[in-house]
């Protein structure tokens, strides 16, 4: 088994691919849980309202997508064995886009 | 806990509320088929060139890691459970009190 | 009691920090060459700080951050090292138009070269944040530069056609040399919603240990302050209006200042504007200085506080030293205070949307300023500033280089 190590800041931002390579949004947070005394990633939130949500300015954001007809795409929650890591600069999923959960706003963080 | 939101770019102080930097890297262990687990917050200017371009972080000295272990996630806040003073961390600024403003008179 | 004079002296000290040389010299300009026409520019950025500033200091007192530390944590370090690249190139520039305006106050009063005076100035403006505190700094200067308000007396004794001054407090289209007109009401907005100002005030808030029962205190403050650093501006257009623009004189030269209260004050109003870009430039040196080094020591989570001893804060003492270093060279070498200062101006002008735009997310994000976030009017406010604020950073280039002076 290999073990390496990946920085997170680096990930912030980068491309999720789809396993058929077209882009499914940008990794906007990673969720973890703690075990044991151990934090483990449970998550990764992807998508562009992953990023209003992050700025919490939830309607200003809105209106500002909407002035600049960028499209309000939902966001994904993938499971942290869905998301292959080995490659940091090419994050791909390791399942179907239908196997991905949908990232609701009332399921981001407060 | 997320991490960009509760932990990345967030102040860090040492258990005598010492500002120390701010969190500027998260390191991730990954094995193949284990659940990855935060292992290391990082604070250094090569971790923060490495955000802005690899190529300006060749040119400076590698960062300092403290294992999450010793880290204490808080509001708005990491404390690590460390000696500011006693860690890589304030360097430079332990240099410049001993070298530039301890000799200035008035400091 | 003490809070009348808590908010006594916090209005005076918000005068201290917007009235400087951009402010004067702006004001001066648009006076000689369009009479009252631009008043309206001053008043549109006069309310436009006043919002930001009370914003600044509620998001401080409720927050328990500055901004700087808000923009690193909330937006990442990549955003941040963009604002703080910009905000210090420009923050510089006018550190060195302020730390010129100093020395021309010296030049008018001893007749001495402006240059010569750089290395002293800078020295003083360097000894003052050493050894003094936060109060001293902020109350000290500016109790000092009470000595501004003889330009409001000059103005009111001068009588200018008052019902023409109301008039132009509402925008109104040039007669005449528009590119110019648009100019300097560009230069005007950017020495006025000056990023500096309201980053310093949140810094300013935590060194005074704001909290949520200062909100209504910083109301008033930051209106009364604002307000009243606009109607000192305003006097200076107005002297300059009813002293140059009959005689077709054009401002120029910072020789010319004295012009605008000898006439009123005789021998006394030479030594009264002596004094008055004296202080408050020196004022604004301090402020600009500071907040260059709170903007650098706040991003990259150093120790920081005017209040401590520059022993427990070397890389936040080196900073501010290597600012004023910086600052001071461009004076030194000659380079022409005036120049620097409406160039630093459109510069501002068109950075304003970097340090702005999130700004207003901030205002609206409950994990820092919770039930105190923007209602709508202050975001309405906010959205047209940086409306506003992406114009400006359009034509404020442009402009500067087929209208400036």
């Keep these: 088994m290999s073990k390496r190590q990946v920085h997170v800041e680096l990930l912030l931002g980068e491309k999720v691919l789809a396993m058929n390579g077209v882009s499914i949004g940008r990794l906007e947070e990673i969720r973890t849980e703690v075990n044991r005394g151990h934090y483990y990633v449970t998550e990764f939130l992807v998508g562009s309202y992953a990023v209003l949500e992050r700025l919490a300015a939830w309607r200003i954001g809105r209106a500002v997508l909407r002035v600049v007809r960028a499209q309000r795409k939902e966001g994904y929650r993938i499971r942290w064995e869905q998301l292959d890591l080995s490659d940091p600069r090419r994050l791909r999923l390791l399942c179907e886009v239908d196997e991905l959960m949908p990232l609701k706003r009332e399921q981001y963080p407060s | ?107 | 009691m003490k809070k009348i004079l808590e908010i006594a002296l916090g209005i005076v000290t918000s005068v201290g920090g917007f009235l400087e040389i951009g402010s004067i010299a702006t004001a001066a300009q648009a006076g000689s060459d369009f009479s009252l026409q631009l008043i309206w520019a001053i008043v549109l950025g006069g309310i436009c700080i006043i919002f930001l500033v009370e914003q600044a200091g509620r998001f401080a007192a409720v927050s328990g951050r500055t901004i700087p530390d808000a923009i690193r944590e909330r937006f990442g370090f990549n955003y941040f090292a963009f604002l703080y690249l910009v905000l210090v190139l420009v923050s510089l520039i006018v550190l060195a138009a302020e730390i010129g305006g100093v020395c021309i106050a010296l030049e008018l009063a001893t007749g001495f070269h402006f240059s010569l005076w750089a290395i002293p100035v800078a020295l003083v403006v360097w000894l003052v944040i050493w050894k003094g505190t936060f109060g001293i700094i902020e109350k000290g200067v500016s109790i000092l530069g009470l000595v501004t308000l003889s330009f409001v007396v000059g103005a009111y004794l001068i009588n200018p056609p008052w019902s023409q001054v109301a008039q132009s407090a509402l925008p109104s289209l040039p007669q005449h040399n528009s590119i110019h007109y648009w100019f300097i009401a560009v230069s005007i907005l950017g020495a006025t919603i000056s990023p500096y100002l309201y980053f310093f005030y949140s810094s300013g808030a935590i060194e005074d240990e704001w909290n949520e029962g200062y909100i209504g205190i910083n109301r008033i403050i930051a209106t009364g302050g604002m307000s009243f650093g606009s109607i000192i501006s305003i006097a200076v257009l107005i002297l300059a209006a009813m002293i140059f623009a009959p005689q077709g004189v054009k401002f120029e030269h910072y020789s010319q200042l004295p012009t605008l209260l000898t006439p009123v004050f005789g021998y006394w109003g030479y030594w009264l504007i002596v004094a008055s870009i004296g202080i408050a430039c020196l004022g604004a040196a301090m402020e600009i200085t500071l907040e260059i080094a709170y903007l650098t020591a706040q991003g990259f989570g150093w120790n920081w506080s005017e209040n401590q001893r520059p022993l427990d804060e070397a890389r936040f003492s080196v900073a501010y030293m290597i600012a004023i270093l910086i600052g001071m060279l461009p004076i030194l070498i000659g380079i022409d205070p005036l120049t620097l200062t409406i160039f630093g101006m459109a510069l501002t002008a068109a950075t304003l949307p970097v340090s702005i735009v999130p700004f207003l997310f901030l205002m609206n994000d409950y994990s820092y300023v919770r039930v105190y976030r923007n209602g709508w009017l202050s975001n309405a406010v906010v959205l047209v500033i940086i409306g506003l604020a992406f114009v400006l950073a359009v034509v404020a280039i442009p402009l500067q280089i087929f209208g400036g002076s």
């Design chain 2, 1 to 107: 806990m997320d991490l960009m939101r509760d932990c990345l770019d967030k102040q860090l102080e040492d258990g005598n509320k010492r500002r120390m930097g701010r969190v500027d890297g998260i390191i991730l262990d990954i094995e193949d088929g284990r659940q990855p687990h935060v292992a290391y917050i990082e604070v250094g200017v090569k971790t923060l060139m490495n955000r802005l371009s690899p190529r300006l972080a060749s040119l400076a000295t590698e960062p300092y890691r403290i294992a999450w272990g010793k880290v204490k996630v808080g509001l708005n806040k990491v404390v690590a459970d460390v000696e500011a003073e006693e860690t890589p961390a304030l360097e430079w600024e332990l240099w410049l009190r001993k070298k530039v403003i301890g000799r200035i008179p008035g400091a």
